[in-house]
């Protein structure tokens, strides 16, 4: 599974926690208020009515490169995506993603960075981690 964020919505130290190197993190109000100064444009939100075709443009890309799709939800600041991985490395694929759903955000206007850099990523060992990343994945979905 792997998820990123739109650009600015999501920072360090967000009241919500955040995940630095794959451990979540708590809030931390001095950190995000940090980072909330370094951005160098608006926060990028996904409109419910781009959402659809922000999906669609992932699962394009996955089909066209062979990757299998279990689930996959397209929030208003961030994406989530549970895919069988191949043989390719898993940062690889995201940037095929990140890159398919801005070419088509791109299209509707969107200008600039869409996407956080990096992304979290959770691997599933057995089926029922597998079971469990569709489940929350699909409770995602608008």
Not at 31 to 51: A, F, G, Q, T, Y
Not at 99 to 127: H, M, P, V
């Amino acid at each position: 599974m792997a998820t990123w964020t739109t650009y600015g919505t999501w920072l360090q130290g967000d009241k919500r926690g955040y995940v630095k190197n794959g451990i979540t993190l708590w809030a931390n109000v001095q950190l995000e208020k940090s980072n909330e100064e370094l951005l160098k444009h608006d926060k990028v939100m996904i409109p419910e009515s781009l959402r659809k075709t922000v999906e669609n443009a992932i699962l394009k890309e996955a089909e066209q490169i062979g990757e299998k799709v279990y689930a996959i939800a397209v929030c208003s600041n961030h994406v989530h995506i549970v895919a069988e991985s191949t043989d390719e490395r898993c940062w690889y694929l995201v940037g095929r993603f990140k890159r398919s759903a801005t070419i088509a955000l791109r299209e509707y206007g969107f200008a600039g960075r869409i996407w956080t850099k990096g992304y979290d990523k959770r691997y599933c060992y057995n089926q029922h981690e597998l079971e469990t990343r569709i489940k929350y994945v699909q409770r995602h979905k608008s």
